[in-house]
C-alpha cells in the first residue's frame, strides 16, 4: 500500500511539474536597465520574443520590429528583445551602449532586455525553455541566428518560432496576431 501511495505521489508531481513549466509566466529576467521584467504581468498578451545584435545583417528587422509592436502594443501584443553576442561578436556593448543604439538608431520603444547567452553552456534559463520541447512541451528548436522569433500564445504556450531570414511584419505574424 506505501509502495503504491508513493508512486501516486510521484505522478502527481510529476506531472504538475511538466505542467509548470509548460508557460513562460515562470521567468523573471532582467531588463536592459537593470530593473526586473516579470512574464507573469504579460499574462493575456501574445509575445514576440527575439534575441538581437547592433552589428548584424538583420540590425534592420529593429525597424520592422517598432512599428508591429507601435501597431499591436494595445492589442494585447508586446515584443520582447534580448541582446545576445553568440554569432560572430554582432552585440559587443554593454547593455548602456545597446539601449543608447536601439534608441537612437530604430526608436526601440518595445521591452529590451540586458545582454544574454541564447545558445551554448551558458545558454539563460528563458531561451533554454524556448529551445527544448522537454521544458516548453512543444517542440525543439536551434537558434540558427540573431533575430530568431519565438512566438507566445496568450495564455504563455510556445506556438511558433520564425527564422531570422523571416521578417517580424510576415504574414504569417499578421495572421496570427489578426486572429
Excluded at 84 to 94: D, R, V, Y
Excluded at 95 to 123: A, D, H, L, Q, R
Excluded at 152 to 173: A, Q, R, S, T, Y
Aim: glycine share 6%; net charge neutral; aromatic share 14%.
Amino acid at each position: 500500500m506505501r509502495k503504491i501511495i508513493t508512486i501516486c505521489i510521484l505522478l502527481i508531481s510529476t506531472s504538475f511539474m511538466s505542467f509548470a513549466q509548460e508557460n513562460i509566466y515562470q521567468f523573471t529576467v532582467t531588463a536592459i536597465d537593470g530593473s526586473e521584467f516579470n512574464f507573469a504581468d504579460l499574462k493575456g498578451k501574445k509575445i514576440m520574443i527575439v534575441n538581437t545584435a547592433s552589428k548584424c545583417g538583420f540590425t534592420p528587422q529593429y525597424e520592422l520590429l517598432e512599428a508591429l509592436y507601435k501597431e499591436y502594443q494595445d492589442k494585447d501584443f508586446v515584443i520582447v528583445g534580448f541582446p545576445a553576442n553568440n554569432f560572430l561578436w554582432q552585440e559587443p556593448g554593454t547593455n548602456e551602449e545597446i539601449k543608447e543604439f536601439c534608441t537612437k538608431n530604430y526608436g526601440v520603444s518595445f521591452p529590451m532586455m540586458s545582454k544574454i547567452s541564447v545558445k551554448g553552456n551558458n545558454i539563460h534559463p528563458i531561451y533554454s525553455w524556448l529551445t527544448q520541447k522537454s521544458k516548453n512541451g512543444v517542440m525543439d528548436s536551434k537558434i540558427k541566428w540573431n533575430f530568431q522569433k519565438y512566438l507566445i500564445d496568450e495564455n504563455g504556450k510556445l506556438i511558433d518560432v520564425l527564422f531570422p531570414k523571416e521578417k517580424p511584419n510576415c504574414e504569417k505574424v499578421i495572421s496570427w496576431l489578426e486572429q
